[in-house]
Nanobody
Framework: QVQVAESGGGLVQPGGSLSLSCEAS?????????MGWYRQAPGKQRELVAY???????HYADSVKGRFTISRDNAKNTAYLQMNSLKPEDTAVYYC??????????WGQGTQVIVAA
Protein backbone atom coordinates (compact mmCIF):
# COMPACT_ATOMS: atom_id res chain seq x y z
CA GLN A 1 0.00 0.00 0.00
CA VAL A 2 1.43 3.32 -1.07
CA GLN A 3 1.66 6.01 1.56
CA VAL A 4 2.67 9.62 1.14
CA ALA A 5 4.03 11.56 4.10
CA GLU A 6 4.51 15.31 3.96
CA SER A 7 6.49 17.55 6.25
CA GLY A 8 7.45 21.18 6.40
CA GLY A 9 5.36 24.27 5.94
CA GLY A 10 4.37 26.79 8.55
CA LEU A 11 4.25 30.55 8.96
CA VAL A 12 6.75 32.88 7.30
CA GLN A 13 6.98 36.57 6.53
CA PRO A 14 6.79 37.82 2.95
CA GLY A 15 10.13 37.39 1.25
CA GLY A 16 11.02 34.45 3.46
CA SER A 17 11.66 30.81 2.65
CA LEU A 18 10.17 27.47 3.55
CA SER A 19 10.79 23.93 2.43
CA LEU A 20 8.48 20.97 2.06
CA SER A 21 9.32 17.29 1.91
CA CYS A 22 7.30 14.39 0.56
CA GLU A 23 8.25 10.78 1.15
CA ALA A 24 6.60 7.88 -0.63
CA SER A 25 6.59 4.40 0.87
CA UNK A 26 5.21 1.09 -0.36
CA UNK A 27 6.39 1.69 -3.92
CA UNK A 28 9.69 1.40 -5.76
CA UNK A 29 11.19 4.63 -7.01
CA UNK A 30 11.42 3.34 -10.57
CA UNK A 31 7.67 2.75 -10.54
CA UNK A 32 6.97 6.42 -9.85
CA UNK A 33 6.37 8.65 -12.86
CA UNK A 34 6.15 11.94 -11.07
CA MET A 35 6.14 13.52 -7.65
CA GLY A 36 4.94 17.01 -7.04
CA TRP A 37 2.69 19.44 -5.26
CA TYR A 38 -0.64 21.06 -5.78
CA ARG A 39 -1.94 23.83 -3.57
CA GLN A 40 -5.34 25.14 -2.65
CA ALA A 41 -6.02 28.55 -1.20
CA PRO A 42 -9.30 29.37 0.58
CA GLY A 43 -12.08 29.85 -1.93
CA LYS A 44 -9.90 28.86 -4.88
CA GLN A 45 -9.46 25.78 -6.99
CA ARG A 46 -6.56 23.44 -6.45
CA GLU A 47 -3.67 24.35 -8.74
CA LEU A 48 -0.52 22.56 -9.81
CA VAL A 49 2.61 24.06 -8.28
CA ALA A 50 5.43 21.87 -9.56
CA TYR A 51 6.40 18.32 -10.36
CA UNK A 52 9.54 16.34 -11.01
CA UNK A 53 9.89 13.22 -13.13
CA UNK A 54 12.08 10.24 -12.36
CA UNK A 55 14.77 11.42 -14.73
CA UNK A 56 14.87 14.82 -13.06
CA UNK A 57 12.83 16.88 -15.52
CA UNK A 58 10.78 19.52 -13.77
CA HIS A 59 7.72 21.64 -14.42
CA TYR A 60 6.59 24.77 -12.59
CA ALA A 61 3.51 26.91 -12.55
CA ASP A 62 4.23 30.35 -14.00
CA SER A 63 3.38 31.91 -10.66
CA VAL A 64 6.27 30.17 -8.89
CA LYS A 65 8.95 30.02 -11.59
CA GLY A 66 12.23 31.45 -10.41
CA ARG A 67 11.14 31.28 -6.76
CA PHE A 68 10.43 27.60 -6.11
CA THR A 69 12.72 24.66 -6.77
CA ILE A 70 11.60 21.06 -6.80
CA SER A 71 14.00 18.16 -6.53
CA ARG A 72 13.84 14.44 -5.98
CA ASP A 73 16.04 11.90 -4.25
CA ASN A 74 15.17 8.57 -5.82
CA ALA A 75 17.22 6.64 -3.28
CA LYS A 76 15.02 8.05 -0.54
CA ASN A 77 11.78 8.11 -2.54
CA THR A 78 11.50 11.71 -1.43
CA ALA A 79 10.72 14.96 -3.21
CA TYR A 80 11.58 18.39 -1.91
CA LEU A 81 10.09 21.80 -2.63
CA GLN A 82 12.25 24.78 -1.72
CA MET A 83 10.15 27.94 -1.68
CA ASN A 84 11.96 31.28 -1.70
CA SER A 85 10.77 34.87 -1.96
CA LEU A 86 7.40 33.84 -0.65
CA LYS A 87 4.41 36.09 -1.22
CA PRO A 88 1.09 36.33 0.61
CA GLU A 89 -0.58 34.81 -2.44
CA ASP A 90 1.45 31.63 -1.86
CA THR A 91 -0.64 31.04 1.25
CA ALA A 92 -2.43 27.74 0.78
CA VAL A 93 -2.59 24.12 1.81
CA TYR A 94 0.06 22.27 -0.17
CA TYR A 95 -0.66 18.70 -1.19
CA CYS A 96 2.07 16.35 -2.29
CA UNK A 97 1.20 13.68 -4.82
CA UNK A 98 2.82 10.56 -6.20
CA UNK A 99 1.89 9.49 -9.70
CA UNK A 100 2.78 5.81 -10.24
CA UNK A 101 3.30 4.08 -13.56
CA UNK A 102 -0.05 2.39 -13.10
CA UNK A 103 -2.93 2.80 -10.72
CA UNK A 104 -4.29 5.80 -8.92
CA UNK A 105 -2.44 8.91 -7.87
CA UNK A 106 -1.62 8.95 -4.17
CA TRP A 107 -1.90 12.08 -2.04
CA GLY A 108 -0.33 13.38 1.12
CA GLN A 109 -2.36 14.78 3.97
CA GLY A 110 -1.61 18.39 3.07
CA THR A 111 0.47 20.95 4.90
CA GLN A 112 -0.38 24.57 5.58
CA VAL A 113 1.82 27.39 4.32
CA ILE A 114 0.99 30.89 5.56
CA VAL A 115 2.83 33.93 4.29
CA ALA A 116 1.99 36.95 6.39
CA ALA A 117 3.68 39.90 8.06
Amino acid sequence: QVQVAESGGGLVQPGGSLSLSCEASGIFSHNINAMGWYRQAPGKQRELVAYVLGGGSTHYADSVKGRFTISRDNAKNTAYLQMNSLKPEDTAVYYCYVDPEWGDTHWGQGTQVIVAA
